[in-house]
Each structure stands twice: as C-alpha cells, then as structure tokens.
C-alpha cells in the first residue's frame, strides 16, 4: 500500500538531506507522501525539535501498525545516528510509556528483530532489510491479544457473508473496495488512489480473490472440475480446483509462504523445466515474468501461478493452468531460497471472495452442495462446525471464518428473486 520502493527511497533521501542542510526542521512541508504510508502501515517522522538549536539525538522515520503510537508501542523503524550519519533499521519500543501488548510478543519480537546499520549510499539494502523487519512485526504482532480484539471488532461489524445491492451507479463497487480493506486491514485510506492501490496489493497477494458470475458459470470453476492435461502426450485428464476452494485451503494454511516473487529471481537467470529444457528470463514485471523457451520464443508466466505452487509446495504439473513446465521450475528454485523467516500462518489473516452480480449466476449450480457450509454457524471453529466430502477429489471440505463473501447485486436486474430462494438467511443484505 501507498509508497513504492523507489518512493520510500526518495523520501529517506530526502529525510537524510533535510536533516544536515536545514536549520528549520518542521516535518511536514517536506514530507506531503507519509500520508500514502508503506505496505499497510501509517509513516511518522520527527527530528527531535521543530527548530535546530540543539541537534536532536536520534531523528526517526516510525512505521505504525495495529493502533500502535509512538509513545505507547512497538514498531519497526529507522533512525539516524548524529555521529556517524548512518541509517539504523530495527523494532522500537516505546520509551515515555510501556508498550500495550503482551510481554512474551515484546520478548519474540527483541528475540527476532534484525538490527542493522547502512550508510546513506546504502538505502536499497536498508528497505529490503526494513521490510524483513516488517514482516517479522507482522508475524508476531498476529499472536498478540491486540490483535485478536481488533479481529473480533471487524467480526462484529462485518457479517461473514453479506450483498451490497442497488440501482445502477450507486456505488457498489466502491464500497466493496472499502468494506474489504475494513475487513483486513482495519482501516481504508482517505485518499482514494491509495485505497484503490491498496486493494489492488491485496488482490496481488490473493488475499482477496474476485470473480464475476454468469449463466454459463458452474461448480467446476468455483469448487473443482477435471479438465484435460494438454501437456500430456497421450489423453490424460487432471482434476483442478476453483477458485473458492483455492482461497479456503489458503485461509486454513499455518504455514503459508510469505514472499514477493519479483525478489528471487533476476533477467537472464536461466532455468530448467522438469523436462529438462532450459529457459531465460527476459522481462519482470509486477503481475508477470516473461521468458525465452529453447525455441527462442517468448512466453508470459503468471507470478499468481508461481505463488500458487509455492503455497503447495509441490513442483509439478497439479492442474494449475498456465505455463506448467515453466512456473514450477521457477517456484522449485525460489522454495530452496527460503528461510522460517518467508512463513507464517493465515489462518491469523482475512481472507475475501468477492462475487459481482452474483445474482447473475445459477446459485445452487455453482455452490452445490457447499451452500450449507457458507453459514457462519457451520463455518471451522464453531460449534455446529460442518465438513462435506466433495464428489470428485474425495476431500473432506470446510469453510474456515476466517474468509468472508461479499457479493454485488442490481437491484434492476429481473434475476434478483433467486437469491432470495437459495441464500436467504445466509446473507445479509446491505443497500
């Protein structure tokens, strides 16, 4: 969310610079961009005093989270040493107040923390080191009654499955945006753009998956279907998971790899399929990786599909779709990179399926059987908890509460009544 690396750079840059040239240190005419905050978290920044008659003893570039403050907390930061002129990359603690989370999260978090310094030359290696530091906050901060009690707000205010529905051009879409970044982060930013690429982050990371139902659209590509392996020589059909039972398995894993693809591999690093035919890549990009094959053609992988054999943990073909000689052979060699550091544990994290015009669709032929197990009262972890066995995998299949619906509805659309004949009472409704 908000700040790119390059962005973050420019404004450590800037902090440093305003520091040793500037009498006047007032933060805020110089730093317009905090507001867009970095990966979810709010940016404060202070130099110790408004004006320079004393040098300050450690100006600092805060990174808040989970209604951490300042002078109540623990967040990861960057200070400036006065002396030396080197950047420090570490998490803080509070110093004025003691922190408001548990003890035993302080002590993992000082047990954990990476604390390094770089010269201000370095600031590419001070971000990637900062944003390990962010994750290990995260991690931890996941297992902290803070928290939890923030996570049992959003519940009380966001039912597990509910339809925002109206006339055209009365704003469901953008309220989807807003109720889903409630949901997960807490909060929305006021900025639009920020919302908008925050959510985008998300969708990215598949921690929110959308989709859009049709008449043509049917429990295979929603739960599971089999589909014929086109890698295959001889006639072979694979089964494949949809895209609900796809994000339920990602919502129930506890040890989830968490990473960013673009940071484990480089153009003109060269692999080979599990065939043994080696490929290049010529071009990274946020969504895509695009190689060259032995034929000297070019092809785009998805860095969603390489994520999805991650999250597996399997390197063959596993009826994914896509390029399935290429993804996985790059998926094999970033899972031996990997360190305890890339996992952590989803079921900690929200989890969203949105569905636009989901009246549009034939509900009780897209959701089968799994209609009952979408009830809050029948979801893992509750009382009346409810698995089913699906008919073609043979899996034993739950939906956790930790993954809510949200669909879109117009109200002008005539196929509006059969919602109320398959879903009422599982919904909720908001116009």
């Not at 905050?37 to 004393?54: A, C, E, M, N």
């Not at 908008?196 to 929603?222: A, C, K, P, V």
């Not at 509805?409 to 009544?417: G, L």
Request: aromatic share 10%; proline share 3%; net charge neutral.
């Amino acid at each position: 969310m908000g700040l790119s690396h390059n962005e973050l750079k420019s404004l450590i840059e800037t902090f440093y610079d305003k520091w040793k040239n500037t009498n006047n240190l007032w933060r805020k005419e110089f730093f317009p961009e905090i507001n867009k905050g970095y990966k979810g978290y709010k940016i404060k920044i202070s130099f110790g005093q408004g004006v320079r008659i004393t040098p300050p003893k450690s100006p600092w570039i805060c990174f808040l989270k989970y209604n951490q403050k300042v002078s109540r907390g623990v967040y990861p930061s960057i200070t400036l040493d006065t002396k030396t002129e080197n950047l420090f990359t570490s998490i803080g603690f509070s110093e004025e107040s003691e922190p408001n989370i548990e003890k035993n999260i302080i002590q993992k978090l000082k047990e954990t923390r990476i604390n390094k310094n770089f010269e201000v030359t370095n600031i590419d290696e001070l971000i990637k080191t900062l944003d390990e530091n962010l994750e290990i906050f995260d991690k931890n901060m996941n297992l902290s009654n803070v928290k939890n009690n923030q996570d049992k707000d959003i519940k009380k205010q966001h039912p597990l499955n509910q339809i925002l529905y109206g006339p055209p051009g009365t704003g469901k879409t953008y309220n989807t945006i807003n109720k889903a970044l409630e949901i997960i982060d807490g909060v929305v930013p006021e900025d639009r753009e920020d919302a908008r690429e925050r959510f985008n982050e998300l969708r990215e990371e598949r921690q929110i998956e959308f989709i859009t139902f049709h008449q043509s659209y049917g429990y295979e590509e929603f739960v599971e279907g089999i589909k014929a392996d086109l890698e295959s020589e001889a006639i072979k059909y694979i089964r494949e998971d949809g895209i609900f039972k796809k994000l339920v398995e990602k919502a129930l894993q506890n040890e989830s790899i968490n990473l960013k693809v673009n940071n484990y591999i480089d153009i003109n690093q060269k692999f080979k399929t599990t065939k043994g035919k080696e490929f290049s890549i010529v071009k990274i990009e946020n969504n895509r990786v695009t190689i060259k094959n032995s034929n000297d053609t070019e092809v785009n992988l998805s860095i969603a599909k390489i994520r999805e054999y991650l999250d597996l943990k399997t390197f063959r073909s596993q009826g994914l779709g896509s390029n399935l000689s290429y993804e996985p052979a790059i998926a094999k060699y970033i899972f031996a990179q990997l360190n305890q550091n890339n996992l952590e544990d989803n079921t900690n994290k929200n989890y969203i399926l949105i569905i636009d015009e989901i009246n549009r669709g034939n509900i009780s032929k897209i959701f089968g059987e799994l209609i009952t197990l979408i009830e809050p009262s029948k979801r893992i972890g509750t009382e009346e908890a409810l698995k089913l066995t699906l008919p073609n995998s043979k899996d034993s299949f739950g939906v956790p509460s930790n993954l809510y619906i949200i669909g879109t509805m117009n109200t002008a659309d005539r196929s509006i009544a059969q919602i109320d004949q398959h879903l009422d009472g599982v919904l909720s409704l908001w116009r």
